[in-house]
């Protein structure tokens, strides 16, 4: 059974930093897609990054310079550093993770909301920027 378990968001005023792990088990993470999601109060889960098996990795404009994603396939655990946090970044954070490599949601794939093409998904955790 695969799961995927995201670390303790947290509370942090603007400024400041956060870092989120999110560790997959029953699976082993190769040649997959990740990727960090968030959904803000009222409204629709959204992607923030994603990385590929060949650590390409992409981003949403707002938190491009900010947020870097990455991986360490050894211990199968994706991670998202965010810094110069924002108050609009206050959200419940999401790690989702897409079987197989090629066309996916990494690569650029058409992949709606609210589910983006994942196969799997943790079950979230809040992150709050206090102004």
């Known amino acids: 059974q695969v799961q995927l378990v995201e670390s303790e968001g947290g509370s942090v005023q603007a400024g400041g930093s956060l870092r989120l792990s999110c560790v997959v088990s029953g699976y082993t993470v190769s040649r997959d897609c990740m990727g960090w999601f968030r959904r803000a109060p009222g409204k629709e889960r959204e992607g923030v990054a994603s990385?590929?098996?060949?650590?390409?990795?992409r981003y949403a404009d707002s938190v491009t310079g900010r947020f870097t994603i990455s991986q360490d396939n050894a211990k199968n655990t994706l991670y998202l550093q965010m810094d110069s946090l924002k108050p609009e970044d206050t959200a419940m954070y999401y790690c989702?993770?897409?079987?197989?490599?090629?066309?996916?949601?990494?690569?650029?794939?058409?992949?709606?909301?609210?589910?983006?093409?994942?196969?799997?998904w943790g079950k979230g955790t809040l992150v709050t920027i206090s102004s």
């Open positions: 989702g993770l897409e079987l197989g490599w090629g066309d996916t949601y990494c690569s650029g794939r058409d992949s709606p909301p609210p589910d983006y093409g994942m196969d799997y």
């Open positions: 990385i590929d098996s060949d650590g390409r990795t």
